[in-house]
């Protein structure tokens, strides 16, 4: 079984702090990570993922993730967030196990960046 | 990558009809994927669209409710049946690019469906 877990409901910095996003994930093998954002009426978009290799991943728009195997997470960060920032951010996760296409997500995170 | 069109992009509909949602992807991709995305909360994964054979449903999810069809690699349609309020979402097309299982899916605009 494969699952994620974002504990925040709703993240809300200012414009120009850092922005953090947490996620973490639980699957019975090794996972493959990735992230999502939804803008207002708009479908997913990808951001990033974590295959394998170095744990800093780098994505769209300024965006990085940290894989970190010991803590099982794979939070989101933005060293300054941008008032367009504000969107729902999903993380979701597979389990590298052979024939597996399912994509299982997190509930979402709301991210406010105050002006 | 890939671009996805959905349609309808919304629409309103009465209880006990049906709607047929349409997901036509710009390349032929070998994974199609239909999500629904309820007020508030994530995204639920309903079945996969296979070419030339039965979707394959999810737990909670049938295809006398969710009839799918996939007559080729780069079209789809979902249909909702007997539709009551609880069925008032978001759908969601989704694709993968490439056979690897490391790909990230890219999704459609979506179909925001309200059910009076």
Redesign the interface.
């Known amino acids: 079984a494969q699952s994620v877990a974002q504990p925040e409901d709703q993240v809300k910095v200012a414009e120009g702090n850092p922005l953090t996003v947490k996620c973490t994930y639980s699957v019975s093998g090794n996972p493959y990570l990735f992230w999502y954002v939804q803008y207002p009426n708009r479908g997913l978009q990808f951001l990033l993922k974590y295959i394998t290799g170095d744990n800093l991943v780098k994505g769209s728009y300024g965006f990085e993730a940290e894989f970190n195997k010991s803590q099982t997470s794979f939070h989101l960060k933005k060293p300054s967030a941008l008032v367009s920032d504000s969107a729902l951010y999903f993380c979701a996760v597979r389990d590298r196990e052979y024939g597996n296409n399912r994509l299982a997500f997190g509930k979402g995170n709301q991210v406010v960046v105050i002006p | 990558s890939a671009v ?1 069109s959905q349609k309808p992009s919304r629409d309103i509909c009465q209880r006990g009809t049906s709607l047929t949602i349409q997901c036509q992807v710009d390349s032929q991709v070998t ?1 199609m994927f239909w999500y629904r995305q309820q007020p508030g ?3 639920t ?1 309903i079945a ?1 669209a296979n070419q030339g054979s039965e979707a394959t449903y ?1 737990s909670g999810f049938v295809i006398d409710k969710f009839p799918i069809s996939r007559p080729n690699l780069t079209f789809s349609t979902l249909t909702v049946s007997n539709m009551s309020p609880e069925d008032s979402s978001i759908y ?1 097309c ?1 694709v ?1 690019v490439g056979l690897t ?2 790909n ?7 179909t925001r469906l309200t059910v009076l």
Do not use: D, K, R
């Not at chain 2, 899916?105 to 979506?110: A, H, K, L, S």
């Open positions: 996805i994974m909360q994530s995204l994964l996969t999810e969601l989704s993968e299982s490391y990230e899916q890219f999704f459609g605009p979506g």
